[in-house]
């Protein structure tokens, strides 16, 4: 029907000027996409604006529409129309086509709520080249050195895994409300944290065969850490303000203690012997109880907590730099970056001032990467001088919460 519709305004508008008096326009209504192209095996949720329901939504070109969802061939090239029409409104968006991200070269991939998984140039000025959408919006993205990208949705229930040579995307039903993602390089299997499963938090697994596990754990799991040497997955479950040891094989829970009120990010250390746990609480709350760090000894089978940071503002996320014994931890109310030493968890450095909301930041080949939420953008400090790079902060997608490097020269691809 629509493209009779959409054949229809055709003619109309080539007829022009034709002699009979011309009947009131239709309100324009808009599309919710976003602006880059779109990357093959992208699924991407489509909303129109100014459209009220029913109305028909429908692909001119490669791909098609399911529950609401433009689902992006594997192998697409070129551009499509995407039309919707309602009694009273149509609106009209064109989207083009990207290639896949090149193997052989370096990449950031940007988590953007509003829009998907950024792809970038690795190398200022970061220019970003294309969109992979997974099905919602994504709160996390990591990429396994075999060459799989990996995000999922963080208001819905798909989990997206991207492998880069030959390029090919797999989708995952029943991974719901996902927050943070993690590879295991040993199995490269992912680990999702699911913040409500259930009216629980829960761990799902899903392994290098495509077959899918999940554990129930505590309340709200939001942040992860993944220790390969000791087949360990530590979970971050906020609202008990627990923490879950869960064997990284078997998904089974071998212990779960106290850490701190809404314990929300954590960190490990090379070594595995040292979990770094952010509360994240507020100055400005009605409580008015302000947020931490600290450091959790879990080299032994009973965790200890051996060292805290002073009170901070709003702390959120944590990345941990073994080799100059730093601790970094974002403060999306004061938009710094708390700069400790990882061994006490004193400051070890003014705090860094960087763009609005910092987010999940990461250490990465010498550089701390920091998402900014609020500002749309990805600031980058070199770990040694801790000077802003060249080109930083830059342009990313809507609401940027994590970001994942991909280095060719260190990875076997598949």
Same mark, same amino acid.
């Given at each position: 029907?629509?493209?009779?519709? !959409?054949?229809?305004?055709?003619?109309? #508008?080539?007829?022009? $000027?034709?002699?009979?008096?011309?009947? =009131? /326009?239709?309100? %324009? *209504?808009?599309?919710?996409?976003?602006?880059?192209?779109l990357?093959?095996?992208?699924?991407?949720?489509?909303?129109?604006?100014?459209?009220?329901?029913?109305?028909?939504i429908?692909?001119?070109?490669?791909?098609?529409?399911?529950?609401?969802?433009?689902?992006v061939?594997?192998?697409?090239?070129?551009?499509?129309?995407?039309?919707?029409?309602?009694?009273?409104?149509?609106?009209?968006?064109?989207?083009?086509?990207?290639?896949?991200?090149?193997?052989?070269?370096?990449?950031?991939?940007v988590a953007?709520y509003?829009?998907?998984?950024? !792809?970038?140039?690795?190398?200022?000025? #970061?220019?970003?080249? $294309?969109?992979?959408?997974?099905?919602? =919006? /994504?709160?996390? %993205? *990591?990429?396994?050195?075999?060459?799989?990208?990996a995000?999922?949705?963080?208001?819905?229930?798909?989990?997206?895994?991207?492998?880069?040579?030959?390029?090919?995307?797999?989708?995952?039903?029943?991974?719901?409300?996902?927050?943070?993602?993690?590879?295991?390089?040993?199995?490269?299997?992912?680990?999702?944290?699911n913040r409500?499963?259930?009216?629980?938090?829960?761990?799902?697994?899903?392994?290098?065969?495509?077959?899918?596990?999940?554990?129930?754990?505590?309340?709200?799991?939001?942040?992860?850490?993944v220790?390969?040497?000791?087949?360990?997955?530590?979970?971050?479950?906020v609202?008990?303000?627990?923490?879950?040891?869960?064997?990284?094989?078997?998904?089974?829970?071998?212990?779960?203690?106290?850490?701190?009120?809404?314990?929300?990010?954590?960190?490990?250390?090379?070594?595995?012997?040292?979990?770094?746990?952010?509360?994240?609480?507020?100055?400005?709350?009605?409580?008015?109880?302000?947020?931490s760090?600290?450091?959790?000894d879990?080299?032994h089978?009973?965790?200890?907590?051996?060292?805290?940071?002073?009170?901070?503002?709003?702390?959120?996320?944590?990345?941990?730099?073994?080799?100059?014994?730093?601790?970094?931890?974002?403060?999306?109310?004061?938009?710094?970056?708390?700069?400790?030493?990882?061994?006490?968890?004193?400051?070890a450095?003014?705090?860094?001032?960087?763009?609005?909301?910092?987010?999940?930041?990461?250490?990465?080949?010498?550089?701390?990467?920091?998402?900014?939420?609020?500002?749309n953008?990805?600031?980058?400090?070199?770990?040694?001088?801790?000077?802003r790079?060249?080109?930083?902060?830059?342009?990313?997608?809507g609401?940027?919460?994590?970001?994942?490097?991909?280095?060719?020269?260190?990875?076997?691809?598949?």
């Open positions: 029907m629509i493209r009779r519709l !959409f054949a229809g305004l055709l003619i109309a #508008f080539t007829i022009g $000027a034709a002699p009979h008096r011309a009947h =009131a /326009p239709k309100a %324009v *209504a808009s599309f919710t996409l976003p602006d880059l192209p990357l093959p095996g992208s699924v991407v949720p489509v909303d129109v604006d100014g459209l009220a329901p029913p109305y028909d429908d692909v001119l070109g490669p791909g098609r529409f399911s529950a609401g969802e433009y689902w061939p594997g192998d697409v090239d070129g551009s499509a129309t995407v039309v919707a029409a309602g009694t009273n409104a149509l609106a009209m968006r064109s989207v083009t086509f990207a290639p896949p991200p090149n193997a052989q070269e370096p990449f950031l991939a953007s509003d829009d998907g998984v950024i !792809f970038h140039d690795a190398a200022p000025p #970061f220019v970003k080249h $294309a969109v992979l959408g997974v099905g919602g =919006a /994504p709160s996390d %993205v *990591a990429i396994d050195p075999s060459g799989a990208i995000a999922a949705a963080t208001n819905g229930t798909i989990a997206a895994i991207a492998k880069l040579q030959p390029w090919n995307v797999s989708t995952y039903s029943g991974v719901p409300f996902t927050d943070e993602v993690a590879f295991d390089p040993t199995t490269h299997a992912l680990y999702a944290s409500d499963v259930n009216g629980a938090g829960a761990i799902t697994r899903i392994g290098a065969d495509g077959t899918i596990r999940q554990r129930v754990l505590g309340l709200t799991a939001e942040g992860i850490a220790d390969p040497r000791r087949r360990r997955i530590y979970v971050a479950n609202n008990d303000g627990t923490i879950s040891i869960v064997d990284a094989d078997s998904l089974v829970e071998l212990r779960r203690f106290n850490a701190v009120p809404r314990v929300f990010s954590l960190a490990l250390s090379s070594d595995g012997s040292r979990l770094y746990a952010v509360s994240n609480q507020s100055i400005t709350s009605p409580f008015g109880a302000a947020g760090a600290l450091a959790i879990v080299s089978d009973v965790p200890r907590i051996v060292a805290r940071t002073r009170a901070l503002s709003f702390p959120l996320g944590v990345a941990v730099d073994d080799l100059h014994h730093h601790l970094f931890v974002t403060d999306e109310h004061d938009d710094d970056v708390y700069v400790f030493d990882s061994r006490t968890m004193r400051p450095h003014a705090p860094l001032t960087t763009c609005r909301t910092p987010w999940k930041p990461l250490v990465d080949g010498g550089r701390l990467y920091i998402p900014c939420a609020r500002s953008d990805v600031d980058v400090i070199e770990t040694t001088s801790l000077k790079l060249s080109g930083a902060p830059f342009a990313t997608g609401y940027p919460l994590a970001v994942a490097v991909w280095h060719p020269h260190s990875s076997v691809v598949r």
